[in-house]
């Protein structure tokens, strides 16, 4: 069975303060791992698809990084604005193929 | 253009009543999931649709819940006898690839 652990659970930064979030998972053969933000109230926005180990993507303050047991999102000098839950999800290859299996999330809270 | 929408936002129901719940892809999407959240969980999926065929249905906790696509665009979530357990919220997601596309939602609330 597939399965994704994040964390933290919660982080909680000061403006400027760079961290790392961790997405540890176990999967039938890895076909993507998906990062996601999520706002209170909202649907998952989509940030990042990595497909392989070694396998970096970047995009404004973000970084994500892929190995074969786990990712991680990189948060350099975060803004308020930065403040969501961050979820992280593994696509498995083969017949299953197409559903997302999601980790809990990290709730990030980044303070001025 | 359009992301994904969902109808209606909020739907509070009682304890045994049926409910319908409504997901509008983005268009020429041929890929349709429904996932279920619950508060402070990451999303669960339910069911997967490509085209008008349900593809992997092995989400759907019980035979009260079903899903359609009849034309292969719109899909309702249907929940018969509803329980206070299915309180969550219900996202629908769309793909073309492999990225999926997630609505903002459905709130559903079982007293």
């Known amino acids: 069975e597939d399965q994704v652990t994040q964390s933290p659970e919660a982080l909680r930064l000061q403006e400027g303060e760079s961290s790392s979030l961790n997405c540890s998972y176990t999967?039938?053969?890895?076909?993507?791992l998906f990062w996601y933000r999520q706002d209170p109230g909202k649907g998952p926005e989509f940030l990042f698809t990595l497909y392989s180990a070694g396998e970096e993507k970047e995009k404004e303050r973000l970084k994500a990084t892929l190995t074969k047991k786990e990712s991680f999102l990189h948060i350099t000098a975060p803004k308020p604005e930065d403040s969501a839950t961050y979820l992280c999800a593994v696509q498995p290859g083969g017949a299953a193929g197409n559903k997302l299996t999601f980790g809990g999330g990290t709730r990030v809270l980044v303070k001025p | 253009g359009a992301g994904v929408s969902q109808t209606p936002s909020n739907k509070v129901t009682e304890k045994g009543k049926y409910v319908e719940l409504r997901c509008d892809p983005i268009s020429g999407h041929t890929a349709l999931y429904w996932y279920r959240q619950s508060l402070g969980q990451g999303p669960e999926f339910l069911i997967y649709?490509?085209?008008?065929?349900?593809?992997?249905d092995s989400g759907l906790p019980n035979d009260r819940f079903f899903a359609v696509r009849p034309e292969g665009s719109v899909s309702t979530l249907k929940i018969q006898r509803t329980e206070r357990g299915d309180s969550a919220v219900y996202l629908c997601?769309?793909?073309?690839?492999?990225?999926?596309?997630f609505g903002p939602g459905t709130r559903l609330t079982v007293l």
């Open positions: 997601a769309s793909s073309l690839g492999r990225t999926q596309y």
């Open positions: 999967v039938s053969g890895l076909r993507g």
């Open positions: 649709f490509q085209g008008t065929g349900a593809a992997d």
